[in-house]
């Protein structure tokens, strides 16, 4: 990948709040997903983003000299950028008619609601959209507040074009991973609603590890019609052992 910070020279020189650099980036960090760091004497290895289908990254930031440099930098890169100039703009933004990897680049500091209220309504309205912090103004207690809400990572301005690439392509790779895991889900679910209510009742009381005499004792039933009912909610539910069965009903949260 061919050198990105040079993007960055159109930005004025009085956006210092907004510079970023090829070089290690600012004073203080929190760190939690990001694929790549630092090696050597400050210097940073380039970051190899994988490519992922249609993934989009949001970028939400007051200073528009900043959205556009930052939107340069990632569009080089190959994925697609909308950004923002607030919180509210951005909640107001129609819904995606498509499910694609995401991941949100977030100022702290906003007009009106801030990049943590942000942060908190896409929590409370179950929203799974990994973020990277970014802020020219870092306190430890933002940066905790912000990493224990979720936030893949929290970068300082100035920083590397680097750490934000790489900081980004740890998001994406975990926005991959929730989509892969809700699919499963639905799939799973999918597949419970198959089974009749006798056979989730026995499904249930397989998953305690008891065996069918005692499950027959449970439910009044002969013992041969409930190694009928197990072999339907093996098949059904497409699984080869009682350990496959468990991890089910606690991927569906049904124990």
């Not at 020279?9 to 990001?34: F, H, L, M, N």
């Not at 959209?129 to 301005?157: C, E, N, W, Y």
């Amino acid at each position: 990948m061919r050198e990105l910070a040079g993007v960055y020279r159109q930005v004025p020189e009085g956006v210092q709040k907004g510079r970023v650099t090829r070089d290690g980036g600012g004073p203080g960090r929190a760190q939690r997903d990001c694929p790549h760091r630092p090696v050597g004497d400050g210097e940073v290895t380039r970051p190899q983003l994988t490519p992922m289908s249609r993934a989009i990254v949001y970028i939400v930031d007051d200073d528009a000299s900043m959205r556009q440099a930052l939107s340069r930098l990632i569009r080089t890169a190959g994925l697609d950028v909308e950004t923002f100039p607030s919180a509210s703009t951005f909640l107001d933004r129609p819904r995606p008619s498509t499910d694609r990897p995401v991941c949100l680049v977030l100022d702290v500091r906003l007009p009106g609601p801030s990049g943590l209220d942000l942060q908190s309504e896409l929590t409370r309205g179950r929203r799974d959209i990994p973020i990277v912090f970014i802020t020219a103004h870092s306190d430890v207690r933002t940066s905790v507040l912000a990493m224990k809400g979720g936030a893949v990572d929290f970068l300082q301005k100035p920083f590397s074009s680097n750490e934000l690439l790489s900081c980004i392509q740890g998001a994406l790779l975990r926005s991959r991973a929730q989509r892969a895991e809700r699919a499963e889900n639905t799939e799973l679910g999918r597949r419970l609603d198959t089974l009749t209510p006798r056979e989730r009742e026995v499904l249930m009381l397989v998953v305690t590890g008891k065996l069918n005499k005692q499950i027959a004792a449970d439910l009044s039933i002969a013992e041969k019609t409930i190694k009928v009912h197990r072999g339907r909610v093996m098949h059904k539910l497409q699984a080869s052992s009682v350990a496959d069965l468990i991890r089910i009903t606690q991927k569906l949260r049904l124990r």
